[in-house]
């Protein structure tokens, strides 16, 4: 039992350290400024589900997926990194989204773009990245069936947990102003293009190793 217990706590520990809510909630906050509170409520829950989603099924069926469809981890983070690096250089220059360059009279094409960010880049590869996957699969593979259900348990847990971070961060943006969001916004940005360039180099440097 009390192997059990220290296993989950790891898997829980594992995947806080990987998918970081805490430092996801001013990316949340910069790409949902201007959202009313029931869109990014919607953005929040949407992003959240898609990544469960995604971890679910790699730490069920990971590397069948992966071999599926011949890829490979370090393919894997280079795209992510090349994605997330491209937003955050949006978010660095002050950019706004497709969905603040509507009419404001337009509000379901508005929530329709705005729901697109759940998708990307909220969902993969903010939340579900590589590293949340080759994470998923490890600690998947570690055991039996019980052993991937803690996974998923624990992983499931720190999708509530940030869901109220998400939610509540836009009180956070009350307090502090549009303005000082305006510079978080793209400090963010910077630290969003800085993982994406972290992430690109990692993978590069894997697939060296492959060929090596």
């Known amino acids: 039992m009390d192997d059990l217990l220290i296993h989950t706590i790891t898997v829980f520990m594992g995947f806080f350290a990987i998918m970081n809510p805490i430092a996801n909630v001013p990316i949340f906050l910069g790409l949902t400024a201007d959202l009313d509170q029931p869109t990014t409520r919607a953005v929040a829950l949407r992003s959240l589900l898609l990544a469960f989603g995604i971890i679910v099924v790699f730490s069920v069926a990971g590397k069948v997926v992966m071999e599926l469809f011949s890829i490979s981890m370090p393919a894997f983070r280079m795209t992510g990194g090349l994605l997330v690096l491209f937003i955050g250089f949006k978010m660095l220059q002050g950019d706004r989204s497709t969905v603040h360059h509507l009419e404001e009279g337009d509000h379901q094409k508005c929530r329709e773009a705005a729901l697109g960010i759940a998708v990307s880049p909220l969902a993969m590869p903010i939340l579900a990245g590589p590293g949340t996957i080759a994470t998923a699969m490890n600690f998947s593979a570690r ?3 019980f052993e991937m259900l803690i996974t998923i348990v624990a992983f499931a847990l720190l999708c509530g947990i940030t869901y ?6 836009k009180r956070f943006v009350t ?16 630290i969003l293009a800085v993982i994406g360039m972290q992430m690109l180099i990692e993978g590069v440097h894997g697939a060296f190793r492959l060929q090596g």
């Open 164 to 169: 109220w971070l998400f939610v509540h961060g």
């Open 175 to 190: 307090f502090i102003g549009v303005g000082a969001l305006g510079v978080i916004t793209r400090m963010m940005g910077l």
């Open 143 to 145: 055991g039996g069936v």
